[in-house]
């Protein structure tokens, strides 16, 4: 963990990202002497738009952290606390290590559809055609909705599901 | 290092000055974040994991990517590795951090593959003016032959596994360089806020997260990584926000043209005379001033000087592209008495 960039002299414990009015992000990571000091403890109430909060990943600090304190990946090591103090995750198992709380973040950020649709590797093999299968139905799901054919796009929805929980 | 003198002396394919809409969008950048299966992220990896990464790494781009040009950060002193920032070949992060990091480049500078930054990979392939699909097709390819070389971390759900969870799914992030200057004489800027915005969109500085907008340039990149596939993405940016943004500038020009030309031209020739006789110049205000003349050179007021002339100087004016050039470290006030020489050396009449 970092040192405060304010005195660079204790442990970095308080972090956070200001959104302006403009959705333009500026990154913060103090000690909690430093911010007291610049009174940042003491703002609870965000003089941001709470939306743009919500949307953006790390500023969305629902207690997320709180109701997941025990969870640490048995791979890397890192606990869930850690994760959300510094904004990185230790290994690719910790999307599954930390699913629960992790996938909720992850709707806020990008939206509902959680799901990847797009690219796959090589290694993938024969499963790659479903990740297709997913694409296609998107597309078509999307243009269903803006042609109002809301019978289509009800039927397309359904296959959606199956095709991601498979 | 002796091949980074010659870099500094030319600009890279993205500064050409050429492609379509090349006046107000200076280059379209795509990048794609991957991690290889099996090692823990760079910034969990300890000294031996990280070194160990970076040859797995380099020896997949060595056999995909014969002809690129790839250097190890570590043997580079600080200069080289901001000179390789300034020209957006690696990230002030990746200069920054420590243990076994590379960055391989082609010979134009289009396309570039950083080992260790944040992810174990992030390629990006950065084009002149806005070529969002030409920039698509290559990175593509260069997904594609590493692909074959690497196993990507990848998971059924989540898609492309990446450090960041801002990151995971396609790995994808777009930014298109635009230079607004009409808009920001006009005050307009909050039209392209609102737009960026309405679109989930991110509006940077010239060098990304927290800079500010040196010379008028603004960086627009997508926030949404997952959920949505790399054409989608694409097609947001082709279709609706980047032509959009380019008429709101062009509008704005000519307004200025029509209502305000007094105070354009007077924001042109002070420009052009300050880079001309100025004696001491940091490049916050070379950077300014240099936007303002890029601006004269499209609206028709200014026909004396070339745009590659400019676009270079944009390059040139940053500090460590400036002491390259004058082959020795130089301090603050050194510096201000070499840009300005450089700048009447370039733009004067004679």
Known sequence: MGLCERCKKK?????????????????????????????????????????????????????????????????????????????????????????????????????????????????????????????RLKRLLAEAVAAEDYERAAELRDQIRELESA | MNSLDDVARRAGEWLRGAGPLHEIVIST???????????????????????????TVQAAVSKALPGFTSLDLEQLDELDRLLLVERHLISRQHADSTGARRVAFDAGEVAAVMVNEEDHLRMQVMKSGFQIEEAWQQIDGLDDALDGQLDFA???????????????????????????????????????????RDLRLAIRGLHGEGTEALGDLF?????????????EIIDEFRGAVIPKIVEYEKAARQTLLKSRLHAL??????ALGALQNARLISSNEAMQYLSHLRMGLHVGRVKTIDLHTLNELFLQMQ????????????????????????????????
């Open chain 2, 319 to 350: 500090p460590a592209h400036l002491q390259k050039l004058q082959g020795e470290r130089l301090n603050g006030e050194q510096r201000s008495l070499a840009r300005a020489a450089l700048l009447r050396a370039r733009l004067s009449n004679n």
């Open chain 2, 219 to 231: 960086q627009i990149s997508n926030q949404i990584t997952l959920g949505r596939s790399e054409a």
């Open chain 2, 265 to 270: 031209d007077d924001k042109i020739w002070r």
């Open chain 1, 11 to 135: 442990q970095a414990t308080f972090h956070m990202t200001n959104i302006d009015t403009s959705g333009a992000k500026q990154e913060r990571h103090l000690c909690e002497h430093c911010a007291v000091e610049e009174g940042h403890m003491q703002v609870a109430k965000p003089s941001v738009d709470i939306n743009d909060l919500l949307e953006t990943f790390l500023a969305s600090t629902k207690s997320a952290a709180g109701q997941a304190v025990n969870l640490t990946c048995e791979t890397c090591g890192i606990s869930y606390v850690e994760f959300r103090n510094q904004g990185l995750l230790g290994c690719p198992d910790d999307y599954d290590a930390f699913a629960e709380p992790l996938g909720r973040l992850l709707s806020e950020a990008h939206g509902d559809a959680a799901h990847h649709v797009g690219k796959t590797p090589k290694s993938l093999g024969a499963q790659r055609k479903s990740y297709e299968d997913l694409r």
């Open chain 2, 154 to 196: 990848f998971h059924p759900k989540y898609g492309y596994l990446t450090a960041c969870p801002t990151n995971v799914g396609t790995g994808l992030r777009v930014s298109v360089m635009l230079h607004l200057p009409a808009l920001r004489l006009t005050n307009e800027f909050d039209k392209v806020r609102q737009a960026a």
């Open chain 2, 29 to 55: 950048r795509i990048r794609l974040a991957r991690n290889v299966r099996g090692f823990v992220f760079f910034g969990r990896a300890d000294t031996d994991t990280r070194a160990e990464i970076a040859e």
